[in-house]
């Protein structure tokens, strides 16, 4: 689908102010195709905004409560193994593509509607907090995903932006993508929690990413108490945004439930159903503003049973915050 504009902006919708209380009452979504792959470990993921709209995502967001504006696709940056920079692979193209989210996620906002992005990798949600920025600049992250994101052009292996996200986020990282909102780091500790991640994939030299003020859980620690873990992270990025972008990648799932992931994590992270209720409790937020939706490579699912199931929990998930606005 070729990007269209955005809608303008809804008559319902009351913008919360830079710092202010967190009652932003839109009831108005803007969806954001970002066909990217160039972030990722291999090609698939740039079909994944094409599979979500064709399995009837707007449908059943509308179904839930929602009015919905379907904004179309950013430029497609796809997947290249890049062999000559093994440790920033397709570098370019992720930041150009951070660049595109940033500017529809700010166009969004400002038109006083929350963006849906419909990823693409995990190094979209980078340009949707920059985007979210410009608009509130007291913005801040809760991230699920299967894995902390820590890693950084000096300690990858595989060279992939995806694991870079929040990383760049607070500041460590190739300055292009890092400064995708300007200033750096885009965020500070206490706006930011990550939750669903595999601890034992951290490289110790990744780890002081993780002290505090940020909040993080892994994802042993939210499976034991999905919704305690969920709230936990809600109230400390609360306490310092009125603006919250919400991540969610798929594979903070154990592909044993639902193998739906780019990057399969077997016998690690959550059931599908604790995954909806941690994501639910996020979205639920007085200031959600934002959605960012990765990892879904539909190659995974020839069926369609795998993305069906996966609608359903995630337009589930936002049915609360639909009907509370």
Sequence with gaps: ????????????????????????????????????????HHGGLERGPAALRAAGLLDRLRQAGWEVSDAGDLAPRVFTADAAHPRARNRDAVVQAGRDVAAATGQAISSGRIPVLLGGDCSITAGAVAGC???????GLLYLDGDADLRTPQTTIAGNFDGMVIAALLGEGDPGYTGLAGAVPMLPPERLAILGYDDADIDSRERHLLAAPLSHADGKQVAADPLGAAAAARQHVEAAASAIVVHFDVDAVDSADLPLANYPHHGKGLRFDAAMAVLRTLCNSPAFAGLVLTEVNPTHDPGGDLLSRYIDGVTTALTEPARGR
């Design 1 to 40: 689908m070729a990007r269209q504009a955005l809608a303008p902006a809804h008559t319902g919708c009351c913008p919360v102010p830079s710092g202010g209380s967190m009652q932003s009452m839109t009831r108005a979504l803007t969806v954001i195709g970002v066909p990217c792959s160039a972030g990722a």
């Design 133 to 139: 920025l410009t608009q509130r600049p007291d913005t």
